[in-house]
């Protein structure tokens, strides 16, 4: 399984792979693309009262949405815009809303392949499917809290995903050490964690 630019997974490529794979595309819901937001700019028409919380969690004026199937449509229409702000669009209207860090979080893992061919792919809490690679690189930055490093991923048009605690424990068995730095290796590309003395936090 491969993803494409656009987030796009290449169908073809799935029976390539074992059946841990298989089970993350599963409660992934399927094998699925966002829509072309990055083709449409409509005119801005203002704030929603809507806010993804640190744990993920979509809100609607202070309360919480409980519909699964609501929060990954509202998923597959957001963007990320030049500033930094996150909104939500259609070819008609673009509507600002509030992320308190990132709009996804990496719920599920699955190691494919070994040695120069290992590739790490993960699964959000909104169905994205994601194979870590150059252009969906992790990026570590540090919790102010306990100077540890948390790790994050690039899903799709500037979008991240933060990996969830759970995550990262199972991420750190595939971590190896190269001269001072420990990463891991996908996709052919080495991606530091951090130094050999720093912790990974969530």
Known sequence: MSVTKQGET???DVSAHGSALDGLIERAGGLR???PVHLWNPAHCGASDIRIDHQGGWHHEGRPIQREALVRL??????????GSHVLVTPAEKLTITVEDVPFIAVEMAIDGEG???RLILRT???DVVTVDAEHPLRIATDASDDGLVPYVLVRGGLEARLARPVVHELARHFEQRGDEIGLLSAGHFFVIGRAEASVTP
């Open 10 to 12: 290449k169908a073809e």
């Open 33 to 35: 693309g966002p829509a």
């Open 74 to 83: 509202f998923s597959t229409v957001l963007r990320r815009e030049p500033d």
């Open 116 to 118: 120069e061919a290992q």
């Open 125 to 127: 809490n909104v169905g």
